[in-house]
């Protein structure tokens, strides 16, 4: 945590130039104490580190040295960020290739007496987040859609629906937002004459034409406000339309995975125990689910899933008798 804050001093004093302590623990979200150490370790490595005190006084560079941090341009800082923000932009794409660079690039700028901190790093911590028994999902077209988004200009996409029926779509492409590994596109679609969303694994291909044809995002439009209304209102359906409530008896060491696993409805204490009413979302989602928690939790209600449940536990027990 240290290094990235070290990092990020010395990006603000060489961006914006000369910073007061305080305005460098604002921007940071760190103490000005915490600011003056960072200051003195810099000073120690040797970075030219000049504090002043008074009106006009703050922290700079001395005159004539530079961090070369600014070698990094706006492509390597976009990449920075979208991996900040806890998007995937590894692997062999062309994003994943960007962001390799921007990291060399920035690892290349890094004082000498960071060098061991950095290589340290990347002994020690190796970050995979492909699935256990699957790989990642791919997605063909996902680059020719963030140029799109990135450039606002028209594209022409093959779409296929869930049930694989295909169209063809003329949209806007206003945003991304990945959600639980998946990437989804947010644009306004000509036929509709309306904001839709279209899952980037579901796009077949993509048709930009020869002369891009630009477009600009309403102002009043934010991507997170649309993609949060658009979340709820999905909960809800989902709630309106598969809604199928379990009560089911446990202790708190299994509530809290429970709570984890299944949406809780209601919780209520009854004496050492806990009744949790859950979400199982149909009777066959019920009973696909039920088996797992087999010796953690007790099914109350409904009676007809609890019957299951004995009806499946007894045909175990004639067959490990």
Not at 221 to 227: I, T
Not at 238 to 243: D, H, I, P, Q
Request: glycine fraction near 6%.
């Amino acid at each position: 945590m240290r290094l990235h804050r070290l990092i990020a001093i010395l990006l603000c004093i060489e961006s914006r130039g000369r910073m007061k302590a305080k305005e460098l623990a604002s921007a940071l979200e760190t103490s000005v104490r915490s600011i003056y150490r960072d200051i003195d370790l810099l000073a120690e490595a040797g970075v030219p580190i000049v504090t002043a005190t008074g009106p006009k006084g703050g922290i700079y560079l001395m005159e004539g040295y530079t961090a070369n941090l600014k070698q990094l341009n706006g492509g390597d800082v976009i990449q920075l960020y979208l991996t900040g923000m806890g998007i995937y932009t590894g692997g062999p794409t062309e994003s994943g290739l960007k962001l390799k660079n921007a990291l060399l690039k920035l690892e290349q700028t890094m004082p000498h007496s960071y060098q061991s901190d950095i290589r340290k790093a990347k002994a020690r911590f190796y970050f995979d987040d492909t699935p256990w028994w699957t790989e990642r999902v791919a997605i063909p077209c996902l680059e020719v859609v963030r140029a799109a988004v990135w450039g606002s200009y028209k594209i022409t996409i093959q779409y296929r629906k869930a049930d694989g029926t295909r169209s063809s779509r003329h949209v806007h492409p206003y945003g991304l937002v990945v959600k639980k590994g998946n990437w989804y596109l947010i644009a306004f679609c000509e036929a509709g004459q309306e904001i839709r969303t279209f899952k980037c694994e579901r796009i077949m291909a993509v048709k930009v034409k020869p002369s891009a044809e630009f477009f600009e995002v309403p102002v009043d439009f934010s991507l997170e406000n649309h993609w949060m209304k658009q979340e709820a209102a999905f909960k809800q359906l989902c709630r309106e339309k598969e809604y199928y409530p379990v009560v089911l008896r446990t202790n708190e060491a299994q509530a809290g995975v429970v709570a984890k696993r299944l949406e809780i409805l209601q919780s209520a204490q009854e004496g050492s125990h806990l009744l949790l009413t859950v979400n199982m979302y149909s009777y066959e989602a019920a009973c696909r689910e039920a088996m797992d928690w087999i010796g953690r939790v007790e099914i109350v209600e409904p009676a007809t899933l609890r019957h299951f449940v004995k009806g499946q536990i007894s045909q175990l027990q004639k067959i490990y008798v």
